[in-house]
């Protein structure tokens, strides 16, 4: 999915007015009054009442509306809020050693979450990738209240100057050794699943991961670019998604993450950290085993656990096991079959489509099983309020970890 083609078509509009100044030599910098002006005209059109594209967060910074004019780029919460609560705080980079500080930036945008990164560890080295140039430019256009910002429109400039005014068709993107770090940072405007491809292995700590929501956009969510970041990552590096999808989750698992929860921000359910291996800076403050035998039985009485727990409430940013609830969905319903795209190219439709037919092939599996001592085709409620066998209960129970406990009940259902 993209930011809004209204919205988009307009910013083109004052690309290629830009891009026309610069060749003529009259519009060379952003900090000129010409292109002050530029900016003011761009974003007055934008938040006009008949265009109403650009929206106003509780921070006072701007989002954009996506195709899907429901879905902002940003929360209300605060396009910049969310940046440093969701994404630099909780990826622990304000502590990390500077060799432990490679960020990939995906899905960039506007850039809120690589400036609040920088805002917090100027020397993270970072890779910005997005596919389109026009919310680039729409951050060229923004007075955003962080000093890093300056450091990201420089970047952006950069990119603009190299590969759009100056008519080269992205060169550099052909071969990624030779597009520059500008202030340690680098921008890619591409295809997340076809620029990643060519970049090295075991070579990121930190993927910001901000697509716009599994549901309406699968795609950078399926398998196998869960599986591509995976082999880009070192070991110990993490992904950070606001997104507490099921089925983004349960990919994950399938991968071989170890996968936490982190804590919930402007909504009901935590952010998702996953790891390629152990934590390095984290710790986790929940213990690992579901010991309490109500909590396995039930989501509110585990709300209580987590929030008991030591450290969690002393340290927010701490990382807990996923909910009882989202083990047994994970594991035991067709809401944790995940997204695949075994060509890293099909649409959100043919993605969407294909999870479909996997759903329902995986109900008629359980079907089959009608005997009552083995029928495990459980509703959601039922899963949900953890009224289902003892069995299964109990492999929960006893299992050390999400990861041991995923994979046991599965096991268990397979061997129907
Ligand atoms: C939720 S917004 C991210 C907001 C952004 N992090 C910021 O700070 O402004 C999702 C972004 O993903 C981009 N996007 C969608 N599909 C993409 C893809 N396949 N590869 C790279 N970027 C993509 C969209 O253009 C949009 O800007």
Redesign the pocket.
């Known amino acids: 999915?993209?930011?809004n083609l209204k919205a988009t078509d307009i910013i083109e509009k004052y690309i290629n007015e830009f891009s026309e100044e610069f060749k003529s030599k009259k519009m060379t910098k952003i900090d000129s009054v010409e292109f002050l002006k530029l900016s003011k005209n761009l974003i007055a059109e934008l938040t006009s009442k008949e265009i109403d594209m650009l929206v106003k967060t509780d921070d006072g910074t701007y989002?954009l509306k996506?195709e899907d004019t429901d879905e902002l780029?940003?929360s209300r919460v605060g396009?910049l809020t969310e940046?440093i609560e969701k994404f630099a705080i909780p990826s622990k980079v304000e502590i990390r050693e500077d060799c432990d500080c490679n960020i990939l930036?995906?899905?960039?945008?506007?850039?809120?979450?690589?400036m609040a990164c920088l805002s917090k560890n100027k020397n993270c080295k970072i890779d910005m990738?997005?596919?389109?140039k026009e919310?680039l430019f729409l951050?060229l256009c923004l007075d955003i209240p962080l000093k890093e910002h300056e450091i990201i429109k420089k970047a952006y400039f950069e990119f603009f100057k190299n590969n759009i005014f100056e008519n080269t068709d992205n060169k550099d993107n052909e071969d990624n050794e030779n597009n520059k770090y500008i202030n340690n940072i680098r921008v890619f405007n591409?295809?997340?699943?076809i620029i990643l491809q060519k970049m090295p292995d075991n070579y990121y700590n930190i993927v910001?991961h901000?697509?716009?929501s599994p549901a309406r956009?699968p795609?950078?969510y399926t398998v196998e670019f869960l599986e591509l970041l995976y082999k880009k990552l070192k070991d110990g590096g993490m992904i950070i998604s606001y997104s507490s999808s099921i089925p983004f989750r349960s990919a994950l698992f399938e991968i071989g993450y170890n996968v936490y929860e982190g804590v919930s921000i402007g909504r009901k359910r935590g952010i998702t950290i996953a790891f390629k291996g152990k934590p390095i800076y984290h710790h986790i403050s929940i213990q690992e085993t579901c010991g309490n035998e109500n909590t396995c039985n039930n989501n509110e009485n585990n709300e209580n656990n987590k929030k008991n727990t030591d450290n969690y409430e002393n340290d927010n940013y701490e990382l807990q096991r996923i909910s009882d609830v989202d083990e047994r969905l994970i594991a035991l319903s067709s809401i944790g079959i995940p997204y695949y795209d075994e060509t890293l190219s099909k649409n959100s439709e043919e993605i969407i489509n294909k999870r479909e037919i996997m759903r329902e092939k995986f109900k008629d599996k359980l079907m089959v099983n009608k005997d009552d001592e083995y029928n495990y085709l459980y509703s959601t409620k039922r899963i949900k309020s953890g009224k289902i066998d003892e069995k299964l209960l109990n492999i929960q129970k006893n299992s050390k970890n999400s990861v041991e406990c995923i994979n046991l009940l599965k096991k268990e259902l397979t061997n129907l």
Do not use: K, Q
Request: aromatic share 6%.
């Open positions: 999915m993209l930011p989002t996506s780029m940003h396009a940046g930036d995906l899905c960039s945008g506007m850039g809120y979450n690589a990738v997005e596919i389109s919310t951050s591409e295809d997340a699943r910001c901000d697509a716009f956009d795609v950078l």
